[in-house]
């Protein structure tokens, strides 16, 4: 399923380096990352050109003429159908065609380049009061040109139509290098464009020909529904519609032309709204009940099964949104505007009594921006949900949008309902945009066997036939594609599809824009990202992958394409991607990187691969992924294990030895702690450490402690009184014991305070952290087993486990188990491992901590965001009279062993220029900065000037008047 190899295009990529101002990429890494979107389909590209204005992508098309290569325009790449794949050089717009060019804030009108996000061009136009009217559920990574061109809808396309409905003008391009301004043509702009002469002129003949030869059949075949996706919008050539060649040209998904600019048409942001939640006994019945609510002229419309509320509960997603829903099976979510509050909550109680009346089981209406934020989340959360459902197998996308006019839906969820069941696919979810009539679904498809794949087409078939019956659409939002191209002729028959060539080849004659997609398109089940011939290289592994059949391929695979990791706002995930916009660098282009790896086609050298080691190198392990991502990738753990594979038998980078090591020469440095920092820091020694050791020359090596904590710990003087609470061991991890003893000092204070025994293990003891984030995994094991050996007794009495550092108590609760699976007291200390704050909640809940009264900015370890979480720590603060901000989003940066390795600096500092050292400029200076981790905790004291971070336990403690 590869292509040729990219040294046969060599002529075409030096031309591109030498005439396209942008980066061109035909390497084999590259062309993995780009081999697929976030559907069913796999097409290695040609190359990727990453252009830095629109003009240089014009160029890039004009290189790939001039060698008859196919071109393919790419957002966000999250494409459901598979058309934003293809043996083409794929141009990514995401990077640097990004530019909001003009606001019209008088007239609501913006022109943009193609790579803006919608969240960033939303949150360019919020201060204007103006938004863009669709909102896809991929809101944070979708691109504005890829909206365009897959005619994107969303909730929000309810109260402001499709895409289409959005546009008013685009600058695009033809293949053959017609540049030029498209929008609505009266007469007169008509007869002045074929006056003129030239290729313009024939294209606007020969559409205005199509228009008019196939009229009676667009009118009589395209489905008069909201959501009407499927197909060229050749209804907006006909006159009524004012030969709109813009609104034509969106949801032709890159076969057509390839779009430079967008003259968008904006909306006003609601002045206030209202979230109601209808529960019925079943979707049917929610169903049933869309035409009585959109009576009430609903903004927005959602449905969702009790199917994804339990695949939602047993994934611990939008949990605080779930406890939110009303009793039932079924819910509807109908957001009423209104000019104020008081009308938008009106609005929605008279509908929910309206409806009460009409079967609604029960209903609750929430008007706090926070709560309505949770349960969109859940409705959001719908596709990682149900991916992969822990009682069966995984699903997929191929019939995930269809849709059906609104008054008939009930009826047509039953009848499909059926056909699921037909097929034994009965275990789906239903959900979507039900107030449009557009049901969304994963399916368990089996797409690597010939029976699985037989069903596949079959099932498609049917399900086309059955909504093409209810006078629905193939497509009720994700587009055709590869998908649904070849059925097109079931929905609008021969002659419209006809009409749909003939366009494709008066402004493509020669089929070099995406082709194979939507016209002369490739037969559904071909191209397959498995497929019948999928057999992936099973290699033995460290990691024992409980999620995925205990299969590194299966991880591998567990991507899903949505692209949340290249979001820029919310969340950790992904501080690479973040920081560089390189897809690579993202936790999605990581994945088909290692997906690519073991089918061995582009990527052949296995587990010593420059081009996965490369797209590695810059992941923090930070773990945002593995609570950020929809399906929970764990790319932190992927990069311990290949590292583990790349250098084994191999020499390792020095850092690996310098840093990996930490925890012996923090032993080591306890013996003469004054002058191992003289050497770190004397210049010239300094140097020449650090070069030795491959740590950045820019760094600041942090200082070793005069007395470690475990030696104070021995030495101090104790009541000898009985503890009401009982005894809990404090865990000494390296950087507390060696580097902060205060911290330790603080935390035994507070324990001790709160009625706990405190006992620290009798022999050294560490966690292995910085040899699993270097991949020396084989050392981490026999790390952990001596551990699991101190604590033994410990843990079999029950004794809890109190760890101050976030990444070691990740590696507790998080690591280890996976890679001593089976080990009993493994397992005991993943249950008993607490941080400070979860013990005090759960141990001693009746303590209170004493006065502290201060505000406090929090920077969260990302650790405690994606495996141990913050919220107990926060009631205590407050408890403590301690105002936070808690900055739950982005990385600090640093990262353990990242920040400080040689090539790292100025993405780990770009990391931080992010979120965190924002938020500390505007902090006040008397305001305190909080951060558990020492990597938090020493990049703030290096990068924030004065500020000086403290842990939670010193804050706490700081509150008993305690110097350490």
């Given at each position: 399923?590869g292509?040729?190899?990219s040294?046969?295009?060599?002529?075409?990529?030096a031309?591109?380096?030498?005439?396209?101002?942008?980066?061109?990429?035909?390497?084999?890494?590259?062309?993995?990352?780009?081999?697929?979107?976030?559907?069913n389909?796999?097409?290695?590209p040609?190359?990727?050109?990453v252009?830095?204005t629109?003009?240089?992508a014009?160029?890039?098309?004009?290189?790939c003429?001039?060698?008859?290569?196919p071109?393919l325009?790419r957002?966000?790449?999250t494409?459901?159908?598979?058309?934003?794949?293809?043996?083409a050089?794929v141009?990514?717009?995401?990077?640097?065609c990004?530019?909001?060019?003009?606001?019209d804030?008088e007239?609501?009108?913006?022109?943009?380049?193609p790579?803006?996000?919608l969240?960033?061009?939303n949150?360019?136009?919020?201060?204007s009061g103006?938004?863009?009217?669709?909102k896809p559920s991929?809101?944070?990574?979708c691109?504005?040109?890829?909206?365009?061109?897959?005619?994107?809808?969303?909730s929000?396309?309810?109260?402001?139509?499709?895409?289409?409905?959005?546009?008013?003008?685009?600058?695009?391009?033809?293949?053959d290098?017609?540049?030029?301004?498209v929008?609505?043509t009266?007469?007169?702009?008509?007869?002045?464009i074929?006056?003129?002469?030239?290729?313009?002129?024939?294209?606007?003949?020969?559409?205005k020909d199509?228009?008019e030869?196939?009229?009676d059949?667009?009118?009589?075949n395209?489905p008069?529904?909201p959501?009407?996706v499927?197909?060229?919008n050749?209804?907006?050539?006909?006159?009524?519609?004012?030969?709109?060649?813009?609104?034509?040209?969106?949801?032709?998904?890159?076969?057509?032309?390839?779009?430079?600019?967008a003259?968008?048409?904006?909306?006003?942001i609601?002045?206030?709204?209202?979230?109601?939640?209808?529960g019925?006994?079943?979707?049917?019945?929610?169903a049933?009940?869309?035409?009585?609510?959109l009576?009430?002229?609903?903004a927005?419309?959602e449905?969702?099964?009790?199917?994804?509320?339990d695949?939602?509960?047993s994934?611990?997603?939008?949990?605080?949104?779930l406890?939110?829903?009303?009793?039932?099976k079924?819910?509807?979510m109908?957001q009423?505007?209104?000019?104020?509050?008081e009308?938008?909550?009106?609005?929605?109680?008279?509908?929910i009594?309206?409806?009460?009346?009409q079967g609604?089981?029960?209903?609750?209406v929430l008007?706090?921006?926070?709560?309505?934020k949770?349960?969109?989340?859940?409705?959001?959360?719908?596709?990682?949900a149900?991916?992969?459902?822990p009682?069966?197998?995984?699903?997929?996308?191929g019939?995930?949008?269809?849709?059906?006019?609104?008054?008939?839906l009930?009826?047509y969820?039953r009848?499909?309902?059926?056909?699921?069941?037909q097929y034994d696919?009965?275990?789906?979810?239903?959900?979507?945009?039900?107030?449009?009539g557009?049901?969304?679904?994963?399916?368990?498809?089996?797409?690597?066997?010939?029976?699985?794949v037989?069903?596949?087409?079959?099932?498609?078939?049917?399900s086309a036939?059955?909504v093409v019956?209810?006078?629905?659409?193939l497509s009720?939002?994700?587009?055709d594609?590869?998908?649904?191209g070849e059925l097109?002729?079931i929905?609008?028959?021969?002659?419209v599809?006809t009409?749909?060539?003939?366009?494709?080849?008066?402004?493509?004659?020669r089929n070099?824009?995406?082709p194979?997609?939507?016209v002369?398109?490739?037969?559904?089940?071909?191209?397959?990202?498995?497929?019948?011939?999928?057999?992936?290289?099973?290699?033995?592994?460290m990691?024992?992958?409980p999620?995925d059949?205990?299969?590194?391929s299966?991880a591998a695979?567990?991507?899903?394409?949505?692209?949340?990791?290249?979001?820029?706002?919310?969340?950790?995930?992904?501080?690479?991607?973040?920081?560089t916009?390189?897809?690579e660098?993202?936790?999605?282009?990581?994945?088909?990187?290692?997906?690519?790896?073991?089918?061995?086609?582009?990527?052949?050298?296995?587990w010593?691969?420059?081009e996965?080691h490369?797209?590695?190198?810059?992941?923090l392990?930070?773990?945002?992924?593995r609570?950020?991502?929809?399906?929970?990738?764990?790319?932190?753990?992927y990069?311990?294990?290949f590292?583990?594979?790349?250098?084994?038998?191999?020499v390792?980078?020095?850092?690996?030895?310098?840093?990996?090591w930490i925890?012996?020469w923090?032993?080591?440095?306890?013996?003469?702690?004054?002058l191992?920092n003289?050497?770190?820091?004397?210049p010239?020694?300094?140097?020449a450490f650090?070069?030795?050791?491959?740590?950045?020359?820019?760094?600041?090596?942090?200082?070793f402690?005069?007395?470690?904590?475990?030696?104070?710990?021995?030495?101090?003087?104790?009541?000898?009184?009985?503890?009401?609470?009982?005894?809990?061991m404090l865990w000494?991890d390296?950087f507390?014991?060696n580097f902060e003893?205060?911290?330790?000092?603080?935390?035994?204070?507070?324990?001790?305070?709160?009625g706990?025994?405190?006992?620290?293990?009798?022999?050294?003891v560490?966690?292995?952290l910085?040899?699993i984030?270097?991949?020396?995994?084989?050392?981490?094991k026999?790390v952990?087993?001596?551990?699991?050996?101190?604590l033994?007794?410990a843990?079999?009495?029950g004794?809890p486990v109190?760890?101050?550092?976030?990444?070691c108590?990740?590696?507790?609760?998080?690591?280890?188990?996976e890679?001593?699976a089976?080990?009993e007291?493994?397992h005991?200390?993943?249950d008993?491992?607490?941080?400070?704050?979860?013990?005090?909640a759960?141990?001693?809940?009746?303590?209170?901590?004493?006065?502290?009264?201060?505000?406090?900015?929090?920077?969260q370890?990302?650790?405690?965001?994606?495996?141990l979480?913050?919220t107990?720590?926060?009631k205590?603060l407050?408890?403590?009279?301690?105002e936070t901000d808690?900055?739950?989003?982005?990385c600090?940066?640093?990262?353990?062993?990242?920040?400080f390795e040689k090539?790292?600096?100025?993405?780990s500092?770009?990391?931080?220029?992010?979120?965190?050292l924002?938020?500390?400029?505007?902090?006040g200076?008397?305001?305190l900065?909080?951060?558990?981790?020492f990597s938090?905790r020493t990049?703030?004291?290096?990068?924030?000037?004065e500020?000086?971070?403290?842990?939670?336990a010193?804050?706490?403690?700081g509150?008993?008047?305690?110097?350490g």
């Amino acid at each position: 399923m590869g292509t040729k190899p990219s040294t046969l295009f060599e002529a075409a990529a030096a031309d591109m380096r030498d005439r396209v101002d942008g980066e061109i990429r035909f390497d084999p890494g590259s062309r993995a990352t780009y081999s697929t979107d976030a559907s069913n389909y796999r097409q290695v590209p040609i190359g990727v050109v990453v252009p830095r204005t629109p003009e240089a992508a014009a160029e890039a098309v004009a290189v790939c003429r001039e060698h008859d290569l196919p071109v393919l325009s790419r957002g966000g790449g999250t494409s459901l159908a598979g058309q934003c794949c293809n043996a083409a050089v794929v141009i990514d717009w995401s990077k640097y065609c990004t530019r909001v060019e003009s606001v019209d804030t008088e007239a609501g009108v913006a022109v943009v380049q193609p790579g803006i996000k919608l969240d960033a061009l939303n949150n360019h136009l919020a201060d204007s009061g103006w938004m863009v009217g669709p909102k896809p559920s991929t809101h944070v990574s979708c691109a504005i040109g890829g909206m365009i061109g897959n005619n994107s809808c969303g909730s929000t396309a309810q109260a402001y139509g499709k895409m289409v409905d959005s546009v008013r003008r685009l600058e695009v391009l033809t293949y053959d290098g017609v540049r030029m301004w498209v929008g609505p043509t009266d007469d007169d702009e008509f007869a002045r464009i074929v006056a003129e002469g030239g290729r313009r002129a024939e294209i606007y003949r020969g559409l205005k020909d199509i228009a008019e030869t196939y009229a009676d059949e667009i009118r009589a075949n395209y489905p008069h529904i909201p959501r009407r996706v499927s197909g060229y919008n050749l209804d907006s050539l006909l006159p009524d519609n004012g030969f709109h060649l813009a609104k034509a040209l969106v949801g032709s998904e890159s076969t057509l032309v390839t779009v430079l600019r967008a003259e968008l048409a904006l909306v006003r942001i609601p002045a206030a709204s209202a979230l109601a939640v209808l529960g019925f006994e079943d979707v049917f019945a929610a169903a049933d009940a869309v035409p009585a609510v959109l009576e009430h002229q609903p903004a927005a419309l959602e449905g969702l099964d009790h199917r994804l509320v339990d695949l939602e509960h047993s994934r611990r997603l939008a949990e605080k949104a779930l406890r939110q829903l009303p009793d039932g099976k079924a819910w509807l979510m109908v957001q009423i505007d209104g000019d104020d509050q008081e009308e938008a909550d009106r609005k929605a109680k008279s509908m929910i009594d309206d409806l009460c009346k009409q079967g609604a089981v029960d209903a609750s209406v929430l008007d706090d921006p926070k709560r309505k934020k949770e349960v969109w989340a859940a409705r959001e959360a719908g596709l990682g949900a149900t991916a992969y459902p822990p009682d069966g197998p995984p699903t997929h996308e191929g019939w995930e949008d269809a849709a059906v006019p609104p008054d008939r839906l009930g009826d047509y969820l039953r009848d499909f309902r059926k056909l699921l069941d037909q097929y034994d696919y009965g275990s789906a979810s239903l959900y979507g945009h039900f107030g449009q009539g557009c049901v969304h679904t994963r399916i368990p498809f089996v797409l690597w066997t010939a029976e699985g794949v037989a069903n596949f087409r079959a099932f498609l078939e049917d399900s086309a036939r059955l909504v093409v019956d209810y006078g629905g659409s193939l497509s009720g939002e994700h587009g055709d594609g590869q998908t649904r191209g070849e059925l097109l002729p079931i929905m609008f028959g021969q002659r419209v599809v006809t009409a749909f060539e003939r366009t494709k080849a008066l402004l493509d004659p020669r089929n070099r824009m995406n082709p194979g997609k939507v016209v002369h398109p490739y037969k559904l089940d071909e191209n397959l990202r498995q497929g019948v011939h999928y057999r992936p290289t099973e290699p033995a592994t460290m990691f024992a992958y409980p999620h995925d059949d205990h299969r590194f391929s299966r991880a591998a695979d567990r991507c899903v394409g949505v692209g949340k990791c290249r979001g820029d706002e919310s969340g950790v995930m992904c501080p690479s991607y973040r920081a560089t916009q390189e897809e690579e660098h993202s936790t999605r282009g990581r994945a088909r990187l290692l997906f690519e790896m073991l089918e061995g086609d582009v990527i052949t050298d296995g587990w010593r691969s420059t081009e996965v080691h490369d797209a590695l190198d810059l992941c923090l392990a930070c773990k945002g992924c593995r609570s950020d991502c929809p399906v929970n990738v764990d790319m932190a753990t992927y990069k311990a294990e290949f590292l583990f594979h790349h250098y084994r038998g191999r020499v390792r980078p020095m850092a690996h030895y310098s840093m990996g090591w930490i925890p012996l020469w923090a032993r080591l440095a306890a013996v003469a702690p004054h002058l191992l920092n003289a050497v770190t820091h004397k210049p010239g020694l300094s140097t020449a450490f650090k070069k030795v050791g491959g740590i950045d020359p820019q760094r600041r090596m942090p200082n070793f402690a005069d007395q470690r904590f475990t030696t104070w710990f021995a030495r101090r003087p104790t009541d000898g009184s009985a503890k009401p609470r009982g005894p809990v061991m404090l865990w000494p991890d390296t950087f507390v014991n060696n580097f902060e003893p205060e911290v330790g000092k603080a935390a035994v204070a507070v324990l001790e305070a709160a009625g706990f025994e405190v006992e620290v293990p009798n022999r050294t003891v560490c966690c292995g952290l910085t040899w699993i984030s270097t991949g020396q995994l084989r050392v981490a094991k026999r790390v952990l087993r001596r551990t699991l050996t101190a604590l033994g007794p410990a843990l079999r009495s029950g004794t809890p486990v109190v760890v101050l550092e976030p990444s070691c108590a990740a590696v507790f609760r998080a690591d280890m188990p996976e890679l001593l699976a089976g080990d009993e007291d493994a397992h005991r200390l993943a249950d008993q491992t607490f941080t400070l704050g979860d013990l005090l909640a759960e141990k001693a809940p009746d303590w209170q901590p004493s006065p502290v009264n201060a505000r406090g900015v929090v920077q969260q370890h990302c650790h405690q965001h994606a495996v141990l979480g913050y919220t107990h720590e926060r009631k205590l603060l407050g408890a403590a009279g301690v105002e936070t901000d808690l900055l739950d989003a982005g990385c600090c940066g640093l990262a353990g062993n990242f920040g400080f390795e040689k090539g790292h600096y100025d993405v780990s500092v770009a990391c931080a220029e992010d979120k965190l050292l924002p938020a500390l400029r505007e902090a006040g200076p008397d305001t305190l900065v909080l951060a558990d981790g020492f990597s938090c905790r020493t990049q703030i004291r290096e990068l924030a000037g004065e500020r000086s971070p403290v842990h939670f336990a010193q804050v706490l403690a700081g509150g008993l008047a305690v110097k350490g």
